[in-house]
T-cell receptor, first 115, second 116 residues
Framework: AQTVTQSQPEMSVQEAETVTLSCTYDTSENNYYLFWYKQPPSRQMILVIRQEAYKQQNATENRFSVNFQKAAKSFSLKISDSQLGDTAMYFC????????????FGGGTRLMVKP | GAVVSQHPSWVICKSGTSVKIECRSLDFQATTMFWYRQFPKQSLMLMATSNEGSKATYEQGVEKDKFLINHASLTLSTLTVTSAHPEDSSFYICSPQTRLPNSPLHFGNGTRLTVT
């Protein structure tokens, strides 16, 4: 079974600065998919970024980028130029198949962006 | 626009009553439906998986007779919490999916259930 661990329950960052959220996972699969989801107070699940394990290049989406270290089974999220609207819960998630499979979520990191 | 409609968004019910939560996929056919539960300040935990026209598969520790799942069509699935108790108070999120490779993962906006 897959497990996903987020070791930082809470983090804070000053507006406009950079913050990195950690995520490690455990799997015996060689091909899989990793995600970061944002859950604001509205509780809606918003996809931030996605990474296919077979791709060596780290995914980027505007201010969001990941550091994917497959050998270390690490998948950290870097948020650059943090904005107040980035305040939310962030969940790292794993699935081994990109066609209709469940996600295994980490415990979440509560990020507070301070003005 | 939203591709998943989950209703109600919140519900308060008395202990011992039943509550039905609906999840509709608006512009795609959901061959598989995942139901997650999220307790306050915790992560999403998978409760059950259902494939259209088949019985649901429940995760360990989730009572199948308490959480009834119906997935009779490709666009609608329901979760009924029967004989609800205060400990069932939680946030329930549906996630309808297709089996098409590289299709985006969808989530409903969730239902906050409070049992008094």
């Amino acid at each position: 079974a897959q497990t996903v661990t987020q070791s930082q329950p809470e983090m804070s960052v000053q507006e406009a600065e950079t913050v990195t959220l950690s995520c490690t996972y455990d799997t015996s699969e060689n091909n899989y998919y990793l995600f970061w989801y944002k859950q604001p107070p509205s509780r809606q699940m918003i996809l931030v970024i996605r990474q296919e394990a077979y791709k060596q290049q780290n995914a980027t989406e505007n201010r969001f980028s990941v550091n994917f270290q497959k050998a270390a089974k690490s998948f950290s999220l870097k948020i650059s130029d943090s904005q107040l609207g980035d305040t939310a819960m962030y969940f790292c998630a794993f699935t081994y198949n990109n066609a209709g499979n469940m996600l295994t979520f980490g415990g979440g990191t509560r990020l507070m962006v301070k003005p | 626009g939203a591709v998943v409609s989950q209703h109600p968004s919140w519900v308060i019910c008395k202990s011992g009553t039943s509550v039905k939560i609906e999840c509709r996929s608006l512009d795609f056919q959901a061959t598989t439906m995942f139901w997650y539960r999220q307790f306050p300040k915790q992560s999403l935990m998978l409760m059950a998986t259902s494939n259209e026209g088949s019985k649901a598969t429940y995760e360990q520790g989730v009572e199948k007779d308490k959480f009834l799942i119906n997935h009779a069509s490709l666009t609608l699935s329901t979760l009924t919490v029967t004989s609800a108790h205060p400990e069932d108070s939680s946030f329930y999120i549906c996630s309808p999916q297709t089996r098409l490779p590289n299709s985006p993962l969808h989530f409903g906006n969730g239902t906050r259930l409070t049992v008094t």
